[in-house]
Structures are given as C-alpha cells and as structure tokens.
C-alpha cells in the first residue's frame, strides 16, 4: 500500500522549491496534479539538461505526477480549478506573495469550496513581513541569510553552495509541514493555511554563527574546509583529486602521524595537543597536503581506513553514480520519461519498509493528463472539446 | 493545539542529525523524551560555543525535549526502556550501525514490546551496504555524496557549505519520513522501520548534476557563483562586501543597466541576449559590472535594484542577518529561559502553519531532568530510584 494513497493534491508549483515538495508526496503516492500555464508549462522546461528537446531537469522533479495545462486567467479555467479543489486534500503553491488572491484562487475563495483544505505556500521570504513582496532566486537567498557568508574560503569570496539548497530543502521543510498537517486534520478534520519561506529555512540551519553572536556576541566567517576547533580535519589536494580526513576530537594524532608516515610529529611540541594544532593550522596543513599529493584517493582511503581515522574521498558525480553504496542502497532507479526516454532517477532517500516510495512513472509532458483528469472530475468529452476550443485547455 | 500533541518519542539521538529530527518533532508538539547516557549526557552537550559547562548548540538543538538519564547497556536500564516504549509511538536513534542491536535494543526486540512501533534510524550510510559500518561525519559526508564537488568555483578547490548540510537534511528527511509512517499507521495500525542514510540524503539534492551525467556523459565543472544558464546570476563585489543579483530575461537586463547608470553596456551589442551575455560573462562582462558595483556599497546597490523590482540581496553577515526587519517579523529569532544557560536566543521554526503552529518556550533539558518524572510514572517508588542512581543505572538531574 502507498502511505498517501487516496491524497489528491492540486500543484500550482514550478520551477525547483514547490516540484521537489509535491515530489515527495507524489512518490509516496499522492494523486499529484500538475496545474501547468497553457502552451508554457511549468518554467524549468527550459532548463538543461536537454534531450530531444525535452528537460532533464524538469524530468528529474515531476516524475510520479499528472500533468494539467490551464489557463488559469480564463473563469472557466477557475472554475476548473474550483471543481478540483473541492475534492482534494492539499493545494501547494510557490507563486510571488498574493498572486493566487489576484486571480481569486486565494486561501480565502478555495475555502469557499472546500473549507478544510490544506493550502501551502512556498515563497522566497514569507507570506509577511516587509520582503514579502521581493523576488526570490535561490542565490539571493543565500545571499541574505548568512549562508554564503559562511561557505568558502576565508580572505576569498562568499560563495554560493552550488546546489540550490534555498529551493530543495525548503521544499522539504514544506513536504514535512504538509504531512503535520494532514495527520492533524485526519485528526481533528480541520485544514489550515501553511507558509514556509525559503529565507527562514536557510537561516534557520546556519547553527554555529547564529550560536556564537547570542550567547558570546562573535562574529563569525567562513573558514574553508576546515574547522575552527578540530586541526586536522580537512580536505587536502591529492594526486587525482581531493581527499577528506580529520580527527573528529583530541585523540588520534599519533594515528593520523603513522598515516602520512611522519611519526617525528607525534611529539612535535608544536602539535601536540588539538588546540596547539589549531594554532598551527598555517604548519601542520602544508605537511599534510604535501603526502596526499603523493597518493590517489584509493590509495588514501586504505590508508586511512586501516588506522581508523574518519576519511572520505570528494566524489565527481560519475564516481557517486557508479558507487556499490549508492547501488545497495537502491537510490538509482532506472525509468522510461515521456520526455527524456531512459535514464536513471534518484530513489526517494526516506526508506520506510512497509510503505515504500514507488518510481511508478515518468514526468508529465506538458498538457498529457489533461483530458484523463477533467474526465475524472465529471467533465464530459464535449465540455472538454469546448474547453480546448476557447483555449483554456 | 500542535499537530503531535500526545505523539509519544523515545530519543536515542544525539550529535545533532538525529537531534534534529526531534527537535521538528518537538516544535510540533511532540512529547520527545531523550534517553541520554547517564553520567555522560548527549555529545553535543559539549559543543562550542559554551558558557561554562553548558553549551548553546545543545540547547537550540534540544529546546522543549525531555530528559532520561540512564545505562541503556543494563538490564535495569533496558528494562525501563521497554516500559517507557510500551505506549510508545516513535523510536529514534542515529547510532552507528549495530549499536542498538548490541545494547539489546533492535528493532527486533522492540517490536516483541510494542509491535507497531515505527523505528527510525539515521546514520550515514544507512543499515544496508558495503559502507553500512562507516562512521558519516559532516565533512566526509559533503565530500563524499557529491556535494562539494559541486560547491566552488572551477579554478578552485570543492568547498563544503558553511553549515553541517548533511546533517540537517537527513534530520529533515527523518521527521518528514515518521510523518510518512504516523499517517500509514493512522490508516493501517501498523507500524514500521524507516532507514535513513546522510548520503541518500545529499545525494538527492544535487540538483541537476546527477541528470546532466546520465543525459550527457559528463558533467560541467563546478560553477561558483553563477549560474550556466542565467545571465548575469551571480555575487558581485561591492565597495564594502558582495552582492548577488539574479538578471533573468533580456527586459531586465535593461532595467538594470538604467539603474545602474550603465549605459555603455546597455548598448554593447555583445550584451543584448542572454546566451551572449552567458557567452561573454567571464570574459569581460563580469569585469566591467564589477567596475561600477565596486564602488557602491552592498545596501545601496540592493536598494537600488530593488527599486527597479531586480532579484537582488546583499552577501550579508549572519550578524546583518540576525538584524534585519524580515527576521524579526518572521519570529526567526526566540528568547527562551534555559535552566542550564539562562536567557538565549537560539533560531526559531521556519514552518508556519496558521491553526496550530509549532514554536518553542523552553529552553533544552538537563541531563535527567525528567528521569524521576519518568520512572515514577512507569510505577517506580523513591527506594526503587535511589537504588537505581547508586548503581549508576539512572542519574537524576
């Protein structure tokens, strides 16, 4: 059985932060309908990877989905909109503040159809407060909550993490919201308005800099790779790459000396304890990159490993992909895409072993379920017909 | 009312992944009772920055759980154990591999207590593989999954984000999966095991990496602050720190060159398109945007693009950060009373929800602040518990 078999959702979502949300729920096996604009889509349609002149990013984040195309501007549009909403449970979306209300498809209206549906909200910085109105790219985001403050190398630029953790993880942060809501109202039967801002769910992981400024009034910046209070602990050019290895507290170092072959350091006064190495890092560090050098990361990992000290080497994604790991753990699926054809999809990473996600199938192409999803709405083959007609479908 | 009220979780987390999935749960009204060591207490109770000999990471990460002291490794300690997980909803732990299994705590056993337990586990490779055994610290995690290959600029080294990302993505993917599995056993009765590994999780968010490698046999180095397809989208130096903008469609990259009183690159012929903006971008757009950026500063360039409805934020300090207006109005920030540190101010919930929203105003536990509460509940008399913290079976805050 699905977990949320029976769960219809209305996804107004584009781009990354909503799909990656409501990718979550369809793999658990919501019935996720894709509202997409009419001859457009959903925008990263356009984003590459391409293939066939179809998206691998909007593949890689709308399998499990149906696909809608609407103009939702149009009254019959809306009312379309209404007669779905009326028998389902969660509508998400991730427009700018306010604009779903312009168009009258606001939390207020829907509630007139359906006055316990669950209406979630993604957006950069809230649904108040005085940047609600600002545009948000996930870089600016980053940007303003300390984030890429904190990421990079010191007397370098702040830089930004290269994934776009400002989307994906607030879409997660809203999939556990959406869920906590769902159980409440099978619970008490009520619905409710969520809201979840990409700026608070950046700001709210940053810990550390966060931690020091209330309860010691520190600033702090970026410190690289590193860590302030563990030396070694690190990532350290190598022969065919880079390779990561570190203490994770005080003891150790006589390990880590035997592992780069320099035992004279052991009793180096210099480096004898962890806080004397982090007031050396300028002395100790050099050494060390100077062995890696020498080695692959192969080579390194079995060094490392056989004295027990906590390593890792920076994978390239082809690397990860091919990794007995990443296969054991069952988190590349290979699917068939509508758009894309063959290729491999990234496995839901939450395992539940009686209710398992599925990759039933592929993403959407733009306007596929339209007719099959109105059908199920009670809409007939001639209303349809008409609908296409005036282009509204 | 919160959404977990009366939702029972026994804690075995500690660090901070785990910790984390708890502490959601908490927000949310959860009863979150942590099983600490007794003697020792949750590792991250000795985490900078400290006042004394209490620590702020455990509290923000702590705030509103309760606290068992207890010898788990005993047959008095895991004989409380299995009482306090008779009523059960939720076990979390995020051990390394094994270590529940040895402390006669497996899924197994647990499930001969309270059959529809739903068991969680996080560590970093997960319970199944050839790395199943392998200790996941932050820094190798983000090494390992992908992560800070993709973080950093070409001609530079892979960079690990500030903050432990893996650590906080997994804690996030562990509470939304016991969401996953409270609403299955709402439906079914039956409860579950949920194995979630620190390398699935930052596997799962690399974006368009892993898609571009299958589609095209390779993929493009790291890009640092820009973005391939965007023009400008990028962080550009200020006169007193950084800014990132984000130009999206040709009409905006005329709207900002009149902001800011760029005329000369508005109507270089080599800058009208996106895709030769993207094409020029490193060799000589980005020079000559910085040359009139760099003499403003952040704020100002923010505000003035703002102005002109840009996508824009200045590089701020966590500090900057702390302070502006749209933090506070979204309650980002939250005094509590800490019995351990006093007044803090530690991050708030991120997650809104309007008819029973989640929060905090407490601060964290001390170690076995609620052992007596506990024990007493489960029938224990004062002779029984006095014994008990003799044996250094329980400890007693």
């Known amino acids: ?393 | 009312m919160k959404p977990l009220e009366g939702i029972k979780v026994v804690d075995f987390t500690q660090a901070h992944a785990g910790s984390l999935a708890t502490m959601l749960l908490a927000d949310f009204g959860a009863e979150v009772i942590k099983i600490e060591r007794a003697g020792v207490g949750d590792m991250a109770r000795y985490w900078v920055p400290m006042k004394g000999d209490d620590s702020a990471y455990y509290t923000y990460l702590n705030r509103g759980k309760k606290s068992i002291g207890l010898n788990a490794s005993t047959d008095e300690g895991r004989e409380i154990i299995f009482k306090l997980i008779e009523d059960a909803d939720v076990l979390c732990e995020n051990f390394k591999y094994g270590s529940m299994e040895r402390m006669g705590l497996s899924y197994e056993e647990i499930k001969k207590i309270n059959p529809n337990i739903i068991f969680a586990s996080l560590n970093g490779f997960g319970q199944t593989g050839p790395m199943k055994n392998v200790i996941g610290l932050d820094l190798q995690m983000q090494a390992m999954s992908g992560f800070m290959d993709r973080t950093g600029f070409p001609d530079g080294p892979p960079t690990k984000a500030g903050p432990a990302m893996g650590d906080q993505l997994s804690g996030t993917y562990m509470a939304t999966a016991i969401m996953l599995a409270l609403i299955s056993k709402k439906k079914t009765g039956e409860g579950q095991r949920i194995d979630i590994a620190i390398l699935d999780s930052l596997f799962s968010i690399l974006e368009a990496a892993p898609m571009t490698y299958c589609l095209k046999g390779e993929v493009p180095l790291r890009v640092g602050n820009s973005y391939p397809s965007i023009s400008p989208y990028d962080t550009l130096k200020a006169n007193d720190g950084y800014v990132s903008v984000g130009i999206s469609t040709d009409r905006q990259w005329e709207k900002f060159c009149d902001a800011l009183g760029m005329d000369d690159l508005k109507a270089d012929e080599r800058y009208k398109t996106n895709e030769s903006r993207g094409d020029y971008y490193e060799t000589g757009l980005k020079d000559a945007l910085e040359a009139v950026t760099s003499k403003i500063s952040k704020f100002e360039i923010e505000r003035i693009l703002r102005e002109a409805r840009l996508a824009c934020g200045a590089v701020y300090t966590v500090s900057e950060a702390m302070e502006s207006d749209q933090i506070k109005a979204r309650n980002m920030l939250v005094t509590v009373e800490d019995k351990a540190l006093g007044e803090v101010t530690i991050p708030g919930t991120a997650i809104k929800m309007s008819e029973t929203p989640g929060g905090f105003n407490e601060g964290a536990p001390l170690l076995g602040e609620h052992t007596q509460h506990y024990l007493k509940e489960l029938g224990y008399t004062d002779a029984q518990l006095k014994t008990l913290v003799e044996n250094k079976i329980i400890e007693m805050a």
């Open chain 1, 1 to 393: 059985m699905k977990v949320l078999e029976g769960v219809t959702v209305i996804d107004f979502t584009q781009a990354y932060s909503g799909p990656f949300c409501t990718m979550q729920l369809a793999d658990f096996g919501a019935r996720v309908i894709k509202i997409e604009r009419r001859g457009l889509g959903d925008q990263s349609r356009e984003w590459t990877p391409f293939k066939d002149g179809q998206s691998g990013y909007y593949a890689a984040i709308n399998r499990n989905k149906e696909g809608v195309s609407l103009d939702i501007n149009t009254e019959e549009g809306k009312e379309i909109i209404k007669r779905m909403v009326k028998d389902a449970d969660i509508v998400v979306e991730n427009f700018k503040v306010g604009t779903l209300d312009k168009m009258g498809l606001g939390y207020e209206e829907l509630k007139k159809v359906n006055p316990e549906i669950i209406f979630a909200s993604i957006s950069g910085f809230g649904q108040n407060g005085p940047l609600k109105d600002l545009a948000a790219y996930d870089n600016v985001v980053q940007a303003m909550s300390g984030l890429m403050e904190m990421t990079g190398f010191p007397d370098d630029v702040p830089t930004k993490v290269g994934p776009a953790i400002g989307d994906n993880f607030t879409g997660l942060n809203m999939c556990f919201a959406i869920l906590m809501a769902y159980f409440n109202k099978l619970n008490t039967g009520k619905g409710q308005r969520l809201d979840v801002a990409m700026m608070d769910a950046i700001f709210g992981i940053l810990e550390s800099p966060i931690l020091f400024k209330t309860l010691l009034n520190e600033d702090s910046s970026r410190v690289g790779n590193s860590d302030v209070t563990l030396v070694p602990y690190d990532v350290y050019p190598c022969k065919d790459g880079y390779f990561s290895a570190g203490l994770p507290g005080e003891a150790g170092w006589d390990r880590f000396c035997a592992a780069i072959e320099m035992p004279e350091l052991i009793e180096d006064p210099r480096l004898i304890t962890n806080d004397l190495r982090c007031q050396h890092y300028a002395v100790v560090t050099p050494i060390i990159t100077e062995f890696f050098l020498k080695k692959t990361k192969a080579e390194l990992a079995e060094i490392f490993t056989s004295y027990k000290i906590p390593n890792a080497p920076v994978s390239t994604i082809p690397e990860l992909i091919h990794h007995p790991q990443i296969a054991a753990r069952e988190m590349l699926v290979e699917m068939v895409d509508p758009g894309v054809g063959k290729y491999l999809a990234i496995n839901n990473p939450m395992k539940l072993d009686k209710t398992p996600a599925v990759m039933a199938f592929g993403a959407p192409l733009l306007g596929q379920d339209t007719e099959k999803v109105l059908k199920a709405f009670g809409y007939t083959d001639e209303q349809i017909k008409a609908f296409a007609e005036k282009e509204v479908i």
